[in-house]
């Protein structure tokens, strides 16, 4: 079952909606504005409904505030080095938001838009027009992504098509917190990601090739630990990053469908057990948290993401790209899904 509430309105008067999809105990609510998923509520060990899921309760908030909580990003999920690639000769120049790189989707990314959305049975489809050279991509490109939530897991099924060769790399940037938001840092959560190896990157944060292998340093999450056991480590990558900030690259080949992570509240006993077929997750840490959130304040560690997409700037890096190319050719069917499924014990 899905209700409908008015959320609010944007500064320049348009009306946000709020769809609850409710399942038995558990329900998440989502925003047209951004296709935000502003709650998650779940039972813990006890059966006291918890929040899992950082946000806001106003849209002036979601409008005014960074972090991009809970929302649906693109055209291009992660950063681009230099906000630049280059298709069948000619290169395009995007928007840089992020230390001279372009970040989410550049100035005006999907989260600040206002959504179409339908109600389809029990799911929840969002749709959008990207226009053509719309943050410079070129290509009309028509997205819709499909909300589910049922047996305690959040499904989002991703597909776009572009009538202009493209690119596209589109992921949900959900901060968790298996606490309960606004509970305290979520460094004691156990996590557990099945992978090998991470992408090196430049100090801003930038792919720019090679693999590294996890083995032996703070990034193995092969056997479940608490994040924040080796997050302060002596480590490079770990400190440009100001803690976890790195795409993971899964065993899986690009449109296989796995679980790839588990993640444990220790205090609540809330499990989240995450799929995908995308061939890598950017594992954050919320390294750089500081704003008030709906029950409170969020300080640095509150939340963490794990956001399923293509490696970051694949599209300047062939070695990335053969793993999962974010090029769409025009008419080709971007089609992606990623899952979140929670219990408690």
């Known amino acids: 079952m899905i209700t409908t509430k008015q959320f609010g309105k944007t500064a320049d008067g348009k009306t946000v909606t709020a ?101 389809v049975g029990d799911k929840l489809k969002l749709s959008i027009l990207s226009p053509d050279m719309e943050e410079n991509y070129p290509g009309n490109l028509k997205v819709e992504v499909t909300y589910s939530f049922a047996g ?10 572009s009538d202009k060769k493209t690119c596209v790399n589109l992921t949900n940037h959900a901060y968790f917190n298996l606490d309960g938001e ?19 990157t430049s ?54 469908y796995i679980k790839y992570a588990e993640a444990v509240s220790p205090k609540t006993g809330i499990k989240m057990e995450c799929f995908t077929d995308m061939p890598a997750v950017q594992f954050y840490a919320g390294n750089f948290l500081s704003q008030k959130g709906k029950s409170g304040f969020y300080a640095k560690r509150y939340g963490f993401c794990l956001e399923t997409q293509a490696i970051p700037n694949n599209v300047n890096v062939p070695e990335y790209a053969e793993k999962g190319s974010s090029i769409l050719e025009a008419g080709q069917e971007y089609h992606f899904t990623a899952a979140y499924r929670f219990s408690a014990k």
């Open 203 to 256: 100090p801003t944060m930038i792919p720019e090739g090679g693999y590294r292998a996890v083995k032996g340093t703070p990034f193995d999450f092969n056997a479940p630990k608490a994040i924040g056991r080796d997050i302060e480590a002596d480590d490079n990558d770990l400190k440009q990053g100001g803690g976890y900030d790195h795409c993971h690259v899964l065993k899986n080949k690009c449109g296989e």
């Open 152 to 161: 305690g897991e959040w499904k989002i099924e991703y597909r776009a098509v």
């Open 19 to 119: 769809y609850t999809l409710h399942d038995g105990n558990n329900s998440m609510t989502v925003l047209d504005l951004g296709g935000t998923v502003q709650q998650i509520l779940v039972p813990d060990k006890n059966g006291n409904l918890t929040d899992v899921i950082l946000g806001y309760n106003t849209v002036e908030e979601y409008e005014q505030n960074g972090g991009y909580l809970g929302a649906l990003i693109g055209r291009f999920g992660n950063r681009i080095g230099g906000g630049k690639f280059v298709i069948d000769g000619k290169e395009y120049q995007l928007y840089l938001n992020d230390r001279g790189n372009h970040l989410h989707g550049g100035k005006d990314g999907f989260n600040k838009k206002i959504w179409n959305a339908e109600i």
């Open 182 to 200: 606004g509970k305290g840092d979520a460094l004691d959560h156990l996590l557990q990601i099945d992978c090998d190896y991470i992408t090196p």
